[in-house]
């Protein structure tokens, strides 16, 4: 029997004009880059400014009619949310996206001696470090300007460390939750205004101290390669790039296949620990995504090591285009979904926050880089701090402009530093999910982030203290 439907109806194409305008403010935003010299030096990604022209267009749009460009009933028609909250849930799902891609991709190897491995661990250390410096200065932040801006409450301050160091995707996560469950109006847009911010510090901040050092000549901006081979496309024994199924067909049904796999993990873990606690596990999409991706990389090295798989069928350069277009999205769509009028109240402690979460990053890094990693402390701080106050990608653009080819490890630490990050930034996130329960909740998650800090720092200039204390001895 015929349900009726008919491709004429308007409720068929509201997705495809929905899709058409994120992708079109992508062009736009590639299009001003190239002929806007400014854009163009300040290394800022394009999904930046292709959200940030989506953000005017949608303000203009608010003025003119009363309500947000996405907003506008057509965008709703047929559908149970509005155009806004489907920018939002973009947003959450291509962050794990995202992850299950990268965490896909097939190692290289890994770094090798005592002197590599302990930079490695550096790094994810620091990594870890920044978070509760950015956390303890927005939380200070935060905590005193609630006595000044009512709405405002005193845990949201943490929400820095998760906007600059985790991105659009988790300061989405996390404005949701204080929003939701704590009653803190425009959460979600304020989590998504620091991220946006934090792509700004990134790429602007990134090309005026490369620009002063390069005037002080003690930094190299080497002469940049073609990027036409600097990737390999596909490696022995891998299935072909065109077979009777295309390959990247193949790579989209692995990550899909593992994001079902997650939200199966969430669901029953939801199941298990109760209603109060699932919101907080759903806003995990992304680490329970890597682990699901592990699961099935371990699955794919079983078969294969059993002989009842004889191809690879997993390819990096494909998972990285994936990993790429999912953050491009993510990005433009979280900036696109700020609501200017819910954060109107709040635009003063957010140009605070962006600015001391700037300064404290800054010097941190700039300290633990010419401390503990001098062979290539450029380097290291043009990653980390891109980094972590962008994305992983916001970092990797900023070291291309002083070593193209990769060849200090700086790159390499970013790559392997995941696993002791993601170990110990794990309690920052459960810390963050019970800030908001009280003030003195807030208070005593304040002291905790404090003696955290001391703690891993003293774990990350062991090699310093250390040695200090032998010769003092001696």
Not at 68 to 73: A, C, D, G, P, T
Not at 111 to 140: C, D, H, M, P, W
Not at 166 to 192: C, D, M, P, R
Not at 426 to 440: G, V, Y
């Amino acid at each position: 029997m015929s349900s009726g439907l008919s491709f004429a109806d308007t409720t068929v194409w509201p997705v495809v004009c929905f899709l058409a305008l994120i992708f079109g403010s992508l062009l736009v935003g590639n299009t001003l880059k190239r002929f806007i010299p400014f854009l163009r030096k300040s290394l800022i990604p394009v999904s930046v400014i292709g959200g940030i022209v989506l953000l005017i267009v949608s303000s203009i749009v608010k003025a003119t009619t009363g309500e947000y460009l996405f907003n506008l009933s057509y965008f709703s028609e047929g559908c149970s949310m509005t155009g806004i909250e489907m920018l939002e849930v973009l947003t959450y799902h291509c962050l794990a996206i995202g992850f299950i891609a990268m965490t896909l991709r097939k190692s290289k190897g890994k770094a090798k001696g005592s002197k590599r491995v302990n930079e490695v661990i550096n790094t994810g250390i620091t990594t870890v470090s920044t978070y509760l410096v950015q956390a303890f200065l927005g939380l200070t932040v935060t905590v005193i300007a609630s006595f000044i801006v009512p709405k405002l409450i005193k845990a949201s301050g943490i929400i820095l460390c998760f906007g600059f160091g985790q991105g659009t995707g988790q300061a989405l996560n996390f404005g949701s939750i204080y929003e939701t469950t704590y009653g803190f109006s425009g959460g979600k847009s304020f989590g998504l205004t620091i991220a946006a911010m934090g792509f700004l510090a990134a790429s602007i901040g990134g090309v005026i101290y490369l620009n002063y050092h390069k005037k002080k000549g003690d930094i190299l901006i080497r002469q940049k390669v073609s990027d036409l081979n600097s990737e390999i496309v596909e490696e022995e024994g891998e299935v072909p790039m065109v077979d009777s199924i295309d390959k990247l067909t193949l790579q989209l049904a692995l990550v899909s296949i593992c994001y079902a796999l997650t939200y199966g993990i969430m669901f029953l873990l939801g199941k298990v620990v109760g209603a109060g606690l699932i919101t907080t596990i759903f806003g995990f999409n992304f680490l329970f995504g890597a682990l699901s991706a592990v699961l099935l990389k371990a699955v794919i090295g079983l078969l294969q090591k059993a002989k009842i798989m004889k191809r690879d069928y997993l390819n990096n350069f494909l998972l990285n285009r994936i990993a790429g277009f999912a953050f491009d999205i993510m990005i433009v769509a979280g900036i696109g979904a700020i609501q200017v009028d819910l954060i109107k109240d709040y635009w003063g402690v957010l140009i605070i926050l962006a600015v001391v979460g700037v300064i404290g990053t800054f010097l941190y890094m700039k300290f633990v880089s010419f401390k503990l990693f001098p062979e290539y402390a450029h380097e290291q701080f043009m990653l980390m701090y891109g980094m972590l106050t962008g994305t992983a990608s916001t970092g990797v653009i900023l070291l291309r402009e002083i070593d193209p080819q990769f060849e200090t490890p700086a790159s390499e630490n970013a790559v392997y530093q995941n696993f002791p990050a993601i170990l110990l930034g794990f309690p920052m996130m459960i810390l963050a999910t019970r800030c908001p329960m009280s003030d003195m909740s807030t208070y005593i998650i304040m002291g905790i982030i404090f003696v955290y800090f001391v703690v891993l720092n003293i774990i990350l200039f062991r090699s310093k203290i250390f040695k200090s204390k032998k010769k003092t001895n001696k």
